[in-house]
T-cell receptor
Framework: DTAVSQTPKYLVTQMGNDKSIKCEQNLGHDTMYWYKQDSKKFLKIMFSYNNKELIINETVPNRFSPKSPDKAHLNLHINSLELGDSAVYFCASSQVANPWDTQYFGPGTRLTVL | AQKVTQAQTEISVVEKEDVTLDCVYETRDTTYYLFWYKQPPSGELVFLIRRNSFDEQNEISGRYSWNFQKSTSSFNFTITASQVVDSAVYFC????????????FGKGTMLLVSP
């Protein structure tokens, strides 16, 4: 059983489209995250939710909107996709929002915007 | 603000060599947590180790060992007798105790182990 899963694994789309990436964790964790990994492999936090509540929102364009229907799911919706949005997006979860809690990552979603 | 530096962009070794990946961090906080993650060619991020700032004991897990030195703000990772399967990008990361801090990653070190 996969602990943190993401769908789709690959997403190829045209500029201007709207797309969503889904994330689910079956670890019973309270906190979930979205990270972006750029072409140089640099990983940066985008959002964090704790028990469905947004607690971290880094400087991300408001075209990106996370939604947490329940604490096991954190989806990422992106409007009006741009070329610069091409990256690998990772979902992660941790037991709670404490800094010492290990974050476990999903397999990533490679988004390519043409 | 915190920062993590992995100065080695890429390291190439031959199987069975030992290799050390460097990680230097910056923070003014006294309580913080350090992590190492591995990203193999398949792309997923695999957790390797977590260390808190009050625990300077070195750790060994099989062929992996970690050396945490607060005096030099370093948390280096050594692989002994490297194997081809160790080929991956390795990330060091830092998270502060204060507030809703974020996990700050270094830029990663790509390790290539050839047969």
């Amino acid at each position: 059983d996969t602990a943190v899963s993401q769908t789709p694994k690959y997403l190829v789309t045209q500029m201007g489209n709207d797309k969503s990436i889904k994330c689910e964790q079956n670890l019973g964790h309270d906190t979930m995250y979205w990270y972006k990994q750029d072409s140089k492999k640099f990983l940066k936090i985008m959002f964090s939710y704790n028990n469905k509540e947004l607690i971290i929102n880094e400087t991300v364009p408001n075209r990106f909107s996370p939604k947490s229907p329940d604490k096991a799911h954190l989806n990422l919706h992106i409007n009006s996709l741009e070329l610069g949005d091409s990256a690998v997006y990772f979902c992660a979860s941790s037991q709670v929002a404490n800094p010492w809690d290990t974050q476990y990552f999903g397999p990533g979603t490679r988004l390519t915007v043409l | 603000a915190q920062k993590v530096t992995q100065a080695q962009t890429e390291i190439s070794v031959v199987e069975k060599e030992d290799v050390t990946l460097d990680c230097v961090y910056e923070t003014r906080d006294t309580t913080y947590y350090l992590f190492w993650y591995k990203q193999p060619p398949s792309g997923e991020l695999v957790f390797l180790i977590r260390r808190n700032s009050f625990d300077e004991q070195n750790e060994i897990s099989g062929r992996y060992s970690w050396n945490f030195q607060k005096s030099t703000s370093s948390f280096n990772f050594t692989i002994t007798a490297s194997q081809v399967v160790d080929s991956a990008v390795y990330f060091c990361a830092l998270r502060l105790l204060s507030g809703y801090s974020t996990l700050t990653f270094g830029k990663g070190t790509m390790l290539l182990v050839s047969p």
